[in-house]
């Protein structure tokens, strides 16, 4: 018998650069990360300076104009984009419009569900999100001609399967030439551990391309991380760098105020957005667990009586998201859905991104509140895009609404001069037929089965005449119409 030297694998490269090295132009890529939280910004930065071109990358989201994501498109380096959402990268959105770069967009779900297929052996699979949409039936526009004149080349439908007369969509698995991650601490065998809801795509992507490199702000020694608590095996990851330096932005700082809440807006604005939220914070009851989308729903959660105990869900991967934090104590790995800083109330959970795409598609979720540019009286929603003008990407939203969940819609009655309660939606849908209520300034509306788009409360102030003359859906009025308190 001889005695076996210790000697445990070590995938430590000295740096950012060297563990990038053997990429070339054309190469395929997946970044993880959550807007700027969590993001491998080390490896990134080294990428930007390498000069390749033509990569293909694939991330749930695309940073902002001048970090994350950022980084690679401010130096054009990205030929094909897949994405859920380019709101925040202007550069990106300039480029694509111009017809520069390819953009493949898919729902924020799942878009992290076919990497995790990816890096799973999963060919493919099929779900609802998208059914009714661009999605499933395609034309959505990947390709301007250069100088944005026309469109080269659209999507085209995707397979379809029914299953107990609904219909589901396939979405195939992705992998790539290379992933960059980033975790709080590995050991020199590539095991990993995430902090808070940095964990996000991040624990979703490693084994989905050849080459997993993962950057990490401590590296300890293989032993000393209990086993228990690692988030990702070692197997998975390739390449280990300790980032040579963190800069950690925070996208939205957002801080608890003695003042209370600041709703943003003109005044005009900020009144409708006042009594909208606290109209729909009434249908949100206790031991509910909801998602409060970005714009009027984040306010929903201030004007829910003290008494009633929610949870409250982000699709980053987080329940239990607590109150803004106090100035001083925000942490750039802990935000929200809208890449806001948060906290987390006793009681809360962190999982990563593909978990937290299951809770809604899985139809876990009990409530969720959405803002909308237009919903038809058959209750389909527009809220993603305006051809032409305002591309930011569905985001998580095709993948929220799922007719399992309850669907409020919270929104001005109007925008400008335009309905947004209208017969059938000109603009591209986010779903069919999956809104239950809206809440506008003016009124209350439900969909029901036998009267379709019911018009059940009304703001007091206004009258019915109004409401009709600002309304382009056909509704019902309940004969039991009260009048909206707030
Ligand atoms: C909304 O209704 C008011 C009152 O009838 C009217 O003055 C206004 O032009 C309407 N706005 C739209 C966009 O229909
Ligand atoms: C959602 O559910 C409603 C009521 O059950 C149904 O009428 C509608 O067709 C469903 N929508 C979709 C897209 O499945
Ligand atoms: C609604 O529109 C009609 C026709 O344009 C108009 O006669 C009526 O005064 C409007 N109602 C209100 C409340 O402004």
Same mark, same amino acid.
């Given at each position: 018998?001889?005695?076996?030297?210790?000697?445990?694998?070590?995938?430590?490269?000295?740096?950012?650069?060297?563990?990038?090295?053997?990429?070339?132009?054309?190469?395929?890529?997946?970044?993880?990360?959550?807007?700027?939280?969590?993001?491998?910004?080390?490896?990134?930065?080294?990428?930007?300076l390498t000069g390749l071109r033509d990569l293909t990358v694939y991330s749930t989201l695309a940073g902002t104009t001048d970090q994350g994501l950022g980084l690679l498109t401010g130096k054009k380096m990205i030929h094909a984009l897949h994405t859920s959402y380019i709101g925040e990268n202007a550069e990106a959105e300039r480029q694509y419009l111009n017809g520069? +770069?390819?953009?493949?967009?898919?729902?924020?779900?799942?878009?992290?569900?076919?990497?995790?297929?990816?890096?799973?052996?999963?060919?493919?699979?099929?779900?609802?999100?998208?059914?009714?949409?661009?999605?499933?039936?395609?034309?959505?526009? +990947?390709?301007?001609?250069?100088?944005?004149?026309?469109?080269?080349?659209?999507?085209?439908?995707?397979?379809?399967?029914?299953?107990?007369?609904k219909v589901y969509v396939y979405e195939d698995s992705i992998t790539a030439d290379f992933a960059f991650v980033k975790a709080w601490k590995a050991d020199p065998m590539g095991n990993l551990v995430f902090r808070k809801t940095a964990r996000n795509s991040n624990a979703d992507i490693p084994g989905s391309a050849r080459v997993t490199i993962a950057e990490v702000e401590e590296i300890v020694p293989t032993g000393s991380l209990d086993p228990d608590q690692i988030h990702v095996p070692g197997i998975l990851v390739q390449r280990v760098i300790k980032g040579e330096q963190f800069l950690k932005p925070i996208e939205k700082l957002t801080v608890h105020t003695p003042e209370g809440i600041t709703i943003p807006g003109t005044p005009k604005q900020q009144k409708v957005h006042e009594i909208v939220a606290k109209r729909a914070a009434k249908e949100v009851k206790n031991g509910m667990v909801v998602n409060l989308g970005i714009g009027i729903p984040t306010l929903i959660s201030n004007y829910v009586s003290k008494d009633i105990n929610i949870v409250l869900h982000a699709e980053n991967g987080l329940l239990g998201m607590g109150p803004y934090p106090e100035k001083g104590k925000e942490d750039p790995d802990l935000v929200g859905a809208g890449k806001e800083t948060v906290t987390l109330k006793a009681g809360a959970s962190v999982f990563s991104q593909a978990a937290s795409f299951g809770l809604m598609r899985g139809g876990h979720l009990n409530l969720a509140c959405l803002g909308a540019l237009q919903v038809s009286q058959d209750g389909d929603l527009a809220s993603w895009i305006i051809p032409g003008k305002m591309v930011k990407g569905m985001g998580g939203a095709m993948d929220l609404v799922n007719n399992k969940t309850?669907?409020?819609?919270?929104?001005?009655?109007?925008?400008?001069?335009?309905?947004?309660?209208?017969?059938?939606?000109?603009?591209?849908?986010?779903?069919?037929?999956?809104?239950?209520?809206?809440?506008t300034e003016k009124g209350v509306f439900e969909f029901r089965d036998r009267t379709g788009l019911t018009l059940i409360e009304i703001a007091s102030g206004v009258t019915l005449d109004e409401i009709k003359n600002n309304t382009s859906a056909k509704f019902h009025v309940d004969s039991g119409l009260k009048t909206m308190v707030v």
């Amino acid at each position: 018998m001889h005695h076996t030297i210790r000697r445990y694998i070590n995938k430590v490269f000295t740096s950012s650069a060297q563990a990038i090295g053997d990429m070339k132009s054309g190469s395929s890529l997946i970044v993880g990360g959550f807007g700027l939280c969590g993001v491998p910004e080390n490896l990134l930065r080294a990428l930007s300076l390498t000069g390749l071109r033509d990569l293909t990358v694939y991330s749930t989201l695309a940073g902002t104009t001048d970090q994350g994501l950022g980084l690679l498109t401010g130096k054009k380096m990205i030929h094909a984009l897949h994405t859920s959402y380019i709101g925040e990268n202007a550069e990106a959105e300039r480029q694509y419009l111009n017809g520069e +770069i390819e953009l493949h967009i898919a729902p924020m779900g799942s878009l992290i569900e076919r990497i995790r297929a990816g890096s799973n052996g999963i060919l493919g699979f099929y779900c609802r999100t998208g059914t009714g949409t661009v999605i499933e039936e395609g034309g959505f526009p +990947i390709k301007h001609f250069r100088g944005g004149k026309g469109v080269e080349r659209y999507s085209v439908a995707k397979h379809t399967k029914m299953h107990n007369d609904k219909v589901y969509v396939y979405e195939d698995s992705i992998t790539a030439d290379f992933a960059f991650v980033k975790a709080w601490k590995a050991d020199p065998m590539g095991n990993l551990v995430f902090r808070k809801t940095a964990r996000n795509s991040n624990a979703d992507i490693p084994g989905s391309a050849r080459v997993t490199i993962a950057e990490v702000e401590e590296i300890v020694p293989t032993g000393s991380l209990d086993p228990d608590q690692i988030h990702v095996p070692g197997i998975l990851v390739q390449r280990v760098i300790k980032g040579e330096q963190f800069l950690k932005p925070i996208e939205k700082l957002t801080v608890h105020t003695p003042e209370g809440i600041t709703i943003p807006g003109t005044p005009k604005q900020q009144k409708v957005h006042e009594i909208v939220a606290k109209r729909a914070a009434k249908e949100v009851k206790n031991g509910m667990v909801v998602n409060l989308g970005i714009g009027i729903p984040t306010l929903i959660s201030n004007y829910v009586s003290k008494d009633i105990n929610i949870v409250l869900h982000a699709e980053n991967g987080l329940l239990g998201m607590g109150p803004y934090p106090e100035k001083g104590k925000e942490d750039p790995d802990l935000v929200g859905a809208g890449k806001e800083t948060v906290t987390l109330k006793a009681g809360a959970s962190v999982f990563s991104q593909a978990a937290s795409f299951g809770l809604m598609r899985g139809g876990h979720l009990n409530l969720a509140c959405l803002g909308a540019l237009q919903v038809s009286q058959d209750g389909d929603l527009a809220s993603w895009i305006i051809p032409g003008k305002m591309v930011k990407g569905m985001g998580g939203a095709m993948d929220l609404v799922n007719n399992k969940t309850k669907c409020i819609v919270c929104m001005e009655h109007t925008a400008d001069d335009v309905h947004k309660l209208v017969k059938t939606c000109s603009l591209p849908v986010t779903g069919k037929k999956c809104v239950n209520m809206v809440i506008t300034e003016k009124g209350v509306f439900e969909f029901r089965d036998r009267t379709g788009l019911t018009l059940i409360e009304i703001a007091s102030g206004v009258t019915l005449d109004e409401i009709k003359n600002n309304t382009s859906a056909k509704f019902h009025v309940d004969s039991g119409l009260k009048t909206m308190v707030v």
